[in-house]
């Protein structure tokens, strides 16, 4: 961030984020207070009508149709699409996948994905974006429709990865993307950054083109993210392993390798090792250990080269969830996203500098990462509820140690999934998003489904109560002594989904919340809004059949905590996922992901026209009467 910009901005944050962690409890006044200012004489019937207080909208029912469909009284318009030109010189979209390597460095990227909205210092109209563009569409990216069939093929697909950040103004009550702003900027799969923390220069992260193990090439696969106390973003790698493969036909693969689902060649892989050496594990083993990092960037100095910091761990991150301890260090939140991996929480060993944001810069350098253990619990199938224990993964303690494979912390944090496995981690139903509750301090985790539960040495129970889990459910916890720094904890799970309609009186009708007019499946995208609103984005089948009649396309439902009612807010256009989330400062604008519109076809979301390829869009959702969003 600009210096000059610092003492405005401290302010923002501060004043965005005072309450969050230790301080929750003393703010949830204010933040309920907040959300109930702004609701229409309309919206408070409705509410009243349901029993909910947050919520002040009328359900959406299910939905195919290839558009956004929101409540009375809402309205959407696209902020930003794949291929818009974001400098004064891009060139135009052309909307058949013809633009060149070089060209797509200079447009917004494919399959937006978690972001984050940045106030502008002193200025309430003028804000940054940072949004991640996680992976490829390559019958819609390329103009073959094909995967990679050349190196030119294998960079245009580098360039549309990773994060892009943009300005935004608002002008008539209307944010807008700024395409020429010196703020826009592509952070992509090519670009140097910087290797922080225990794992920087570790022989494992050492490559011919870098033999210090200091500098990386690239972020990628970046699925969601999280918004630090001091300014920054955190950008999350998840599935980096599908960037590589194997020219050689008969490599072994090693146990890490192995962990990661490295394949010679498969139906995710996104075919850069052919065309590129730095993908092919036969040729270039290190670079894969190079990836699945968090990530920080400054959005606010657009030259600023962003930073890996391996404090956190190695693994397929999802998002990263911020919260304080009591006595006023950082807490980061993440799970890892895979059938049967694991939920990690890290603890600066720093206290937060609340007068200076400044001197945080490096304070995720420093600290320890956990990962969680779960006991059995009451065994409730409607609601089950048990205890955990936060593991420590620190060198040379709980068998972390050199014969085991751990010789650093370095060797730690690069091989944090097997360093779980060896203290006894819990293997989770594919935990996604997690969000922290501003007015309790309470975790919420999606939990997203897992065809391998009851298998797989994944054994049913606990928080993974069901076997094949169709569904998924949400997770919850608070830590000991409402401390997000403790050791122990106690969950429940909050939500589970299910079909109450196809299966009922059965597990996977889901739990007592849901019915024939709220039904999803595979809840993913999670996050609060400042009046406790919790928001829940799905990315499941959308086939409307079979376990899955009755619920449409992927859609975005909201969840009142404290009644424990949910209701549909939102239904995506045909095909895609509905990923990241974020708003503006008054919450009378919702900023929302449409991923990968027309995956399997049969979308022309969002331009509607002919000979135009359907595209991954940032929408912004406001309210007829300017009110805010889902009071
Ligand atoms: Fe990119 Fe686990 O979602
Ligand atoms: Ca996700
Ligand atoms: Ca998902």
């Keep these: 961030m600009h210096d000059e910009q610092l003492t405005d901005l401290e302010r923002l944050v501060l004043s965005r984020r005072r309450f969050i962690g230790a301080g929750a409890l003393a703010g949830a006044a204010l933040f309920l207070g907040g959300g109930l200012l702004g609701r229409s004489a309309l919206a408070e019937g409705v509410a009243a009508a349901s029993g909910s207080p947050l919520m002040g ?45 070089a060209e797509q460095l200079t447009q917004f990227g494919d ?25 490829l569409n390559y019958p819609y990216l390329l103009a073959h429709g094909e995967h990679p069939q050349s190196l030119e093929d294998v ?14 103004r608002r002008e008539g009550g209307e944010w807008r993307f700024v395409q020429g702003s010196p703020y826009n900027r592509r952070i992509h799969a090519n670009l140097p950054i910087a290797v922080s923390g225990p794992a920087r220069g570790n022989d494992l992260l050492k490559t011919e083109a870098d033999p210090q193990g200091v500098e990386v090439l690239g972020t990628f696969q970046n699925c969601s993210s999280g918004q630090t106390l001091w300014g920054t973003y955190l ?90 301890t009591k006595d006023g260090r950082v807490v980061v939140y993440m799970g890892d996203d895979e059938r049967g991996e694991f939920i990690y929480k890290f603890v600066t060993r720093d206290r937060l500098d609340t007068r200076d944001l400044k001197a945080n810069r490096d304070i995720l350098d420093h600290g320890t990462l956990y990962v969680a253990r779960f006991d059995d619990g009451n065994g409730d199938p409607d609601h089950p509820k048990g205890r955990g224990q936060w593991l420590e993964l620190t060198a040379g303690k709980n068998g972390l140690t050199a014969e085991n494979g751990f010789a650093s912390q370095g060797d730690v944090v690069i091989r944090a999934r097997q360093a779980g496995t060896q203290v006894g981690a819990t293997r ?6 997690i969000a922290v509750s501003p007015k309790d301090g309470q975790v919420y985790c999606t939990l997203t489904n897992n065809s391998k539960r009851g298998g797989d040495g994944q054994p049913v129970g606990g928080p993974n109560p069901r076997e094949n889990n169709l569904y998924g459910q949400i997770l919850r916890w608070r830590e000991a002594g409402d401390d997000a720094g403790a050791s122990t904890f106690e969950w ?68 009142d905590p404290g009644t424990g009612e949910i209701r549909r807010f939102m239904v995506g256009p045909v095909g895609c996922e509905v990923t990241g989330l974020a708003f503006s400062p008054d919450h009378r604008t919702m900023f929302v992901g449409i991923q990968h519109p027309g995956e399997e076809g049969g979308s022309s979301f969002p331009d509607h026209q002919p000979g135009m ?16 969003i889902g009071a």
């Design 57 to 101: 909208f009328a359900n959406v029912p299910a939905s195919t149709a290839d558009t956004v469909t929101l409540p009375p009284g809402y309205r959407f318009r696209p902020l930003i699409s794949w291929g818009q030109p974001l400098h004064a010189d891009s060139v135009p979209y052309r909307g058949d996948g013809s633009h060149s390597a």
């Design 111 to 135: 399959n937006t994905d978690g972001m984050s909205f940045f106030p502008w210092p002193g200025d309430a109209n003028r804000a940054l974006m940072a949004i991640n563009n996680e992976y």
């Design 155 to 168: 960079r245009k697909a580098q360039a549309a990865v990773g994060v892009t950040v943009i300005e935004v």
């Design 235 to 324: 950008t999350c790698e998840e599935n980096f392993s599908d960037c590589f493969g194997s020219s050689d036909a008969n490599l072994e693969f090693t146990p890490d390798q192995k962990r990661f689902s490295v394949e010679h060649a498969s139906v995710n892989d996104n075919y850069w090792h052919l065309h590129d050496a730095r993908f092919d594990v036969s040729k270039t083993p290190n670079e894969l250990n190079r990836h699945g990092w968090v990530t920080e960037i400054d959005p606010f100095d657009p030259d600023s080269k962003p930073i890996k910091r391996t404090a956190l761990g190695r693994f397929k991150h999802e998002n990263a969830a911020l919260a304080t």
């Design 428 to 433: 989770m139903d594919r935990p996604e998003w």
């Design 492 to 559: 429940d799970l909050y939500i589970i989904a299910g079909n109450p309609v196809v299966h009922p009186g059965t597990p996977n009708a889901g739990s007592h919340q849901i019915n024939a007019d709220n039904m999803f499946n595979s809840p993913d995208g999670l996050g609060f809004d400042d009046a406790g609103r919790l928001w829940v984005l799905t990315d499941g089948k959308f086939s409307n059949a079979g376990d899955y009649a009755g619920m449409g396309n992927n859609q975005m439902l909201c969840a």
């Design 613 to 628: 390829r359907p595209r991954s869009t940032v929408i912004a959702i406001t309210r007829e009467d300017d009110g805010m």
